[in-house]
């Protein structure tokens, strides 16, 4: 009995010591990726600084004609290898008036925990204008919001995406911009969600106005969403950007990053190498991470001569070839 009993000690000890160096590979390459070069031959690359999700309006020409459904998006996008989901509040109004506004938000969290997708951010439009320098009207675009935050906590969102629209003299915008926010981040804050600022067009392209707005707030769920594209202050009537209304990307993106709460790569197109053809991923990803962010960047695809699959795709792949490269 007391032979049996000292072989059961040392087989326990020997399957712990085996558990225990399981373990701690585990932890030595937590945070790597392992790929084989030849038949013998394994190297670890290191993980990105950040994480990828993928935002809805990548994908909003065929979510619009009905290729694809709404309710979709979060099992597309764990079929296209990313870890969050960033929703486009617009593309759900039709079925919103179907089945009511609770139901779609139940559908959305139903859909994105079957599918192990975090729900990252909702960026919300049309709901009117926080920069308003009508009293009543920018309260009221405060109120039309709020029902949006609320779906962002329920889906365990970290934030929902605004816009900063209303006056067109900077003096009075800025000041709308700081009441509007103001109010709708107190709300906000009751419920753990950030409001959040993308540089979209007019004086909120202007990052050195807008993150002057974000200091002036000075509320800690208040910040902003650099977008790599979006810096042209005013455009023509064909769109275009009027001369000397064109903000610097890399500047821009350097002076947001310090009150960023995310990250938007847009993209446009893309040369024969993989890489974009009016921004330099690699010089925008060295300024985010220089600044110590490490949150989810989301890939956000506007182009149109590569399908919004492959345009989706392209992006997400020149963000992980360009990590690698970073010091």
């Excluded at 486009?88 to 938000?105: D, Q, R, W």
């Excluded at 915008?173 to 906000?188: I, N, Q």
């Excluded at 990803?285 to 890939?299: C, D, E, H, M």
């Amino acid at each position: 009995m007391e032979i049996k009993s000292f072989l059961k000690t040392i087989y326990s000890i020997i399957v712990l010591l085996i558990l225990i160096m399981f373990f701690n590979c585990k932890s030595k390459n937590e945070g790597q990726s392992v790929q084989s070069q030849g038949d013998d031959v394994e190297v670890l690359q290191p993980a990105p600084f950040f994480k990828l999700s993928l935002a809805q309006w990548s994908l909003h020409r065929s979510f619009r004609k009905k290729e694809k459904g709404v309710f979709q998006f979060a099992p597309i996008a764990r079929q296209m290898g990313f870890e969050g989901v960033e929703y486009v509040s617009m593309l759900y109004l039709k079925e919103i008036k179907k089945i009511g506004f609770n139901a779609v938000i139940d559908s959305l969290n139903t859909m994105s925990g079957l599918n192990g997708i975090k729900n990252v951010l909702i960026m919300v439009d049309e709901e009117g204008d926080l920069a308003s320098p009508n009293e009543a009207e920018r309260n009221q675009a405060v109120e039309n919001h709020k029902k949006w935050v609320d779906a962002g906590q329920r889906l365990g969102c970290h934030s929902i995406r605004v816009n900063l629209r209303g006056s067109s003299v900077a003096k009075e915008w800025k000041e709308a911009s700081v009441k509007g926010l103001s109010r709708l981040a107190e709300y906000a804050a009751d419920r753990n969600i950030n409001i959040i600022v993308e540089n979209h067009g007019g004086f909120s392209s202007n990052a050195a106005m807008l993150v002057e707005v974000i200091h002036e707030v000075h509320l800690p769920n208040v910040g902003v969403l650099p977008d790599f594209g979006n810096f042209c202050m005013e455009k023509n009537k064909d769109k275009t950007c009027m001369e000397g209304k064109d903000y610097n990307r890399y500047k821009g993106v350097g002076e947001m990053m310090p009150v960023a709460l995310g990250v938007s790569a847009k993209s446009y197109d893309f040369d024969s190498n993989g890489n974009e053809t009016k921004i330099n991923y690699y010089r925008m990803l060295q300024i985010i991470k220089n600044s110590g962010y490490t949150s989810y960047i989301g890939v956000e695809y506007e182009g149109d001569r590569l399908s919004e699959e492959a345009g989706t795709l392209a992006t997400k792949s020149l963000l992980l070839k360009a990590a690698e490269t970073l010091k």
